[in-house]
């Protein structure tokens, strides 16, 4: 077994702080990565916390991984030791069902390995993650990292990056579509440098007026006030698309009449209760909300080698693993800008 330092969680009301354990040892599909960066999603928060409900304790949170390669297996073919690589929401899947065949893991019918807070597919094994200084992991589930790119800006991309390219890609966003951004966090501000890299004329639909500059500056053509009547009464039937990265209860109604014919509402975000959406608002434009979860692994690599291509990361605040408490903090009030990445070279001197 693999000595591995981490910070975990032990209950839903406890800090996070320093735990050993041991990771499998390397088999013959597997590679080990001595984890150099890990982001901070808003759903560490809720998992840690449990407000999800499936919380398993200890937890190790962490899966937007980027690191260097220290160990093959056997039989692995796509990487050597030396090679940059990552992990993403899923170290896992059956491998059998229609999904994984097409390459959707992410969507496996029997419940992939998520890459914590889940159990190996053994169903029996828990999974720790990235807040920790190495991992183990099945080649077919680890991506390729280019070094063009700062790492730290390229953990992200691992979940915010994905969950935002993903449907962007599946809808076939591109050079002639009006695409609405609604909300600017760490999803929000992925899909604006995404939608316009693709070519799409991009909207950010946001709360906050001083959020202007910093969404020009990431890429939208067009900024807008939620809370200005007038405007919004303006960009009623405007967009094909809408992105939508909030998490927090709001009315899906008020969105869905700013969409022309067949435009589609993506839902990134998952509010605390249930939204209420009138028929009419649906009908009258022959209107759609969709969700969209992250991508499969193909289609991680596709973004990862999509961003290097096109120089895009995202923007982060780069911590100590001794400061991921504040942070949680910090997030839950909104001050970031726009993800907290851990340098876990500051858990290998704690």
């Not at 093959?72 to 073919?77: K, L, N, S, W």
């Not at 002639?176 to 440098?193: N, W």
């Not at 903090?329 to 290998?348: C, H, P, Q, T, W």
Request: hydrophobic content about 35%; overall charge neutral; proline content about 5%.
């Amino acid at each position: 077994m693999i000595a591995t330092k981490a910070y975990a969680v032990q209950d839903a009301t406890s800090p996070l702080g320093p735990w050993s354990f041991e990771r499998r040892e390397v088999g013959p599909h597997d590679v080990q990565i001595e984890i150099l960066y890990c982001g901070v999603c808003h759903s560490d928060i809720h998992q840690v916390r449990n407000e999800w409900g499936n919380s398993m304790y200890p937890m190790v949170p962490g899966h937007e991984i980027v690191g260097r390669i220290t160990k093959i297996g056997d039989h692995v073919t796509r990487f050597k030791v030396g090679d940059l690589a990552g992990i993403g929401c899923f170290v896992d899947s059956c491998r059998e069902c229609t999904p994984c065949k097409d390459g959707e893991e992410q969507y496996c019918v029997t419940g992939g390995a998520s890459t914590y807070n889940g159990m190996e597919m053994d169903r029996k094994t828990p999974t720790y993650g990235g807040y920790s200084t190495q991992i183990v992991a099945d080649e077919k589930y680890t991506l390729k990292v280019s070094d063009k790119l700062p790492l730290e800006g390229v953990a992200p991309l691992l979940c915010a990056g994905i969950t935002t390219y993903s449907p962007l890609r599946h809808w076939k966003v591109g050079k002639g579509h009006k695409v609405a951004v609604l909300g600017l966090g760490g999803l929000g501000h992925m899909a604006v440098k995404l939608a316009a890299a693709m070519g799409a004329e991009v909207t950010m639909l946001s709360t906050s007026p001083s959020k202007e500059a910093d969404a020009r500056r990431l890429g939208a053509h067009h900024f807008a006030l939620i809370t200005n009547t007038d405007r919004m009464k303006g960009l009623r039937s405007q967009f094909d698309f809408i992105i939508n990265t909030i998490s927090a209860p709001h009315d899906y109604s008020t969105y869905l009449n700013l969409l022309n014919l067949d435009g589609v509402m993506i839902c990134l975000g998952v509010p605390p209760e249930p939204s209420v959406v009138p028929a009419f608002n649906l009908i009258m434009g022959r209107r759609s909300i969709a969700g969209s979860l992250i991508g499969g692994i193909r289609e991680t690599q596709e973004m990862l080698d999509y961003c290097a291509a096109h120089n895009i990361t995202s923007d982060v605040e780069v911590i100590d693993i001794k400061d991921i408490n504040t942070a949680y903090e910090r997030m839950l009030k909104g001050d970031v800008k726009y993800r907290f990445v851990i340098d876990i070279a500051s858990l290998k001197k704690s």
